[in-house]
C-alpha cells in the first residue's frame, strides 16, 4: 500500500495514525500556549515589543497600574504630575488593546512613596476618574517607610491611603496594596551609584529620611494598611497585598483576610517558597 507521503522518511503523521485508545486522544493546540492574566503591571509604559512579548506568551488580560511616582520628575510631586499618569494611561490603554490583542484594564491610586502636594484636589478627582470602565482597581498604594525626594509623615500617608480605600468602597472595586519588601540577598545590577531598582529612572541618592523605624517598618506598614482598610469600612476581601514576601506572608494569612500576590521576575521573590 501507498504511504500518505512522499517523505522517504517516517514521518510523525504516519505515526499518529496509527495510533488508538488512550494514545488517540487528540490535545487541543490552545494548550501550546497556555492563557494567563497579569493581576499588576506597569505596561503601558513598556514598548510595543514588550507588550507583544505578553501576547506571544499567552496573555489573555492585564490591569496596568498608573501610580507609580518613579515616572515623576525629581521634585516635590504636584496633584497635576499624579493625574498626567492617570490620563496618560487611559489614553494608551484602547491602542493597546487594539495592537496587542488583549484585554487591558487600569488600577489608578495615589503612591505615598513621595509627598505629594495639595493631595486633597487629587482625591477629589479621583472620584471621577473611579467612575470610569476601564478603571477596575484603585492603587497600588499604601504606606511606604521609605521616601523619595520629599518625605511624607506616616499619618498623612495613612490620611490618602485609607481615603482612596474608602473610594474603593464607594465604587465597589478592590484595592492594591503596595507592601514593602524585606531585602533579598539576590539583587540585579543596574547603573552605578543609582541604585538597584531594573528599569527605572530612579536615582536612590535623592532619598529622603524614613518615616518608620523600628525592628521590622516593612511589615508595620502592612499592618497600618489593614487598619486603614477596616477603619475605611472596606471588606478585606476586596483587598490585593502586592509584593508578598516572607516577611509579611504569615500576618496576612492567619490574621487577615486579603488576598496575597507575588511579584514574578523581580528579585522580591528570590527567596520565597
Not at 36 to 60: K, Q, V
Not at 166 to 175: K, M, N, S
Request: hydrophobic share 35%.
Amino acid at each position: 500500500m501507498p504511504t500518505p507521503h512522499a517523505t522517504k522518511r517516517p514521518t510523525d503523521a504516519a505515526y499518529l495514525d496509527e495510533r488508538d485508545g488512550v494514545d488517540a486522544v487528540d490535545l487541543p493546540r490552545e494548550l501550546l500556549t497556555l492563557p494567563w492574566i497579569d493581576i499588576h503591571n506597569h505596561a503601558h509604559t513598556l514598548s510595543w515589543d514588550d507588550r507583544e512579548r505578553y501576547a506571544l506568551a499567552g496573555c489573555r488580560s492585564m490591569l496596568m497600574v498608573a501610580s507609580g511616582y518613579h515616572w515623576t520628575p525629581y521634585k516635590p510631586v504636584e496633584a497635576d504630575d499624579i493625574r498626567f499618569l492617570w490620563d496618560d494611561a487611559i489614553n494608551r490603554r484602547t491602542a493597546i488593546e487594539r495592537n496587542h490583542f488583549f484585554e487591558a484594564k487600569l488600577g489608578l491610586g495615589v503612591h505615598t512613596g513621595v509627598r505629594i502636594e495639595n493631595p486633597d484636589d487629587l482625591l477629589a478627582a479621583m472620584d471621577d476618574y473611579c467612575a470610569l470602565e476601564e478603571v477596575i482597581a484603585v492603587g497600588e498604594t499604601g504606606v511606604v517607610p521609605s521616601q523619595h525626594v520629599s518625605g511624607w509623615s506616616v499619618d498623612e500617608q495613612r490620611a490618602v491611603v485609607q481615603a482612596q480605600m474608602e473610594l474603593a468602597r464607594d465604587h465597589d472595586l478592590p484595592v492594591i496594596l503596595h507592601t514593602p519588601n524585606t531585602s533579598a540577598d539576590a539583587k540585579r545590577s543596574y547603573r552605578d551609584g543609582l541604585g538597584v531598582t531594573p528599569g527605572y529612572e530612579k536615582n536612590a541618592g535623592l532619598g529622603a529620611d524614613p518615616v518608620l523605624n523600628g525592628e521590622n517598618p516593612a511589615l508595620e506598614s502592612v499592618k497600618l494598611d489593614v487598619t486603614a482598610a477596616r477603619d475605611a469600612g472596606l471588606d478585606e476581601e476586596r483587598v490585593v497585598a502586592s509584593h508578598a514576601d516572607r516577611n509579611n506572608t504569615r500576618y496576612l494569612m492567619e490574621e487577615t483576610d486579603c488576598y496575597l500576590s507575588y511579584t514574578i521576575g523581580h528579585s522580591w521573590l528570590v527567596g520565597v517558597g
